[in-house]
């Protein structure tokens, strides 16, 4: 059983709605929490990191949230646009400096 | 955008070559990594390195090696490639204090056939 679980697998919205991708984690103890998009045919890039004591956190359109007691996190995109269609991993930091990863959620967004 | 390069960004080659991925960054980074990811899987890191001279493999047991010679380059070099290791090969760096942001580069798809 994967140490991240990412779900839905993959996920079809329409442009201009709204989706929210969940994270459920098992590893600890927990350090942080990052969210990462990762286009096709290109590397992952940070858009958010959760610590222990934050319970959410905006970037743009993006807003993460993160329950430490569940081990639990959640990337909401708002107004989805078709530049929002990617890979959105979900990495956690843990124990001495190891990091466990999601497989993603692939967001596919249609005009 | 991270100042972190991979070349080739695509490789085709037959079974038993010797192949190398170079992977570079300019942003002075101790830390760098090579990952391996499938379609639809998640990332599974195979090499590591926090600094010159410093390398260790990683979680997931791979024929390839690395080294590091110098801060800003990383290459990862197979010594006979077959087709098992067709895959996608991100290379990544960081440096402390970020808490373990990654900044990676744009991959190698490689296919051995």
């Known amino acids: 059983k994967n140490q991240v679980e990412q779900s839905p697998q993959s996920l079809i919205i329409l442009e201009g709605k709204n989706c929210t991708l969940q994270?459920?984690?098992?590893?600890?103890?927990?350090?942080?929490l990052r969210w990462y998009k990762q286009d096709t045919g290109r590397g992952p890039v940070s858009l958010t990191i959760?610590?222990?004591?934050?319970n959410t956190k905006s970037n743009g359109r993006y807003t993460a949230t993160l329950d430490a007691d569940t081990k639990q996190s959640s990337l909401h995109i708002t107004a989805s646009q078709l530049s929002d269609s990617a890979s959105y991993i979900c990495?956690?930091?843990?124990?001495?400096?190891?990091?466990?990863f999601g497989k993603g959620n692939q967001v596919v967004v249609i005009p | 955008e991270a100042d972190i390069y991979q070349t080739p960004r695509y490789l085709v080659i037959g079974t038993g070559k010797k192949i190398t991925l170079e992977c570079s960054q300019t942003?002075?980074?101790?830390?760098m990594y090579w990952y391996q990811q499938d379609p639809g899987m998640e990332l599974h890191l195979i090499h590591y390195?926090?600094?010159?001279?410093?390398?260790e493999k990683g979680d997931l047991s791979s024929e390839s090696t690395v080294s590091r010679i110098r801060t800003e380059h990383f290459p990862l070099t197979l010594e006979s490639a077959r087709p098992s290791h067709t895959s996608q090969y991100l290379c990544?760096?960081?440096?402390?204090?970020?808490?373990?942001?990654?900044?990676f580069g744009p991959g190698t798809r490689l296919t051995v056939l």
């Open positions: 390195s926090y600094g010159v001279n410093s390398t």
């Open positions: 990495v956690v930091h843990y124990g001495n400096n190891r990091l466990a």
């Open positions: 990544a760096s960081g440096r402390p204090g970020t808490g373990v942001e990654q900044f």
């Open positions: 994270c459920n984690y098992t590893v600890s103890p927990f350090s942080n």
């Open positions: 959760m610590t222990f004591s934050e």
């Open positions: 942003m002075g980074h101790d830390k």
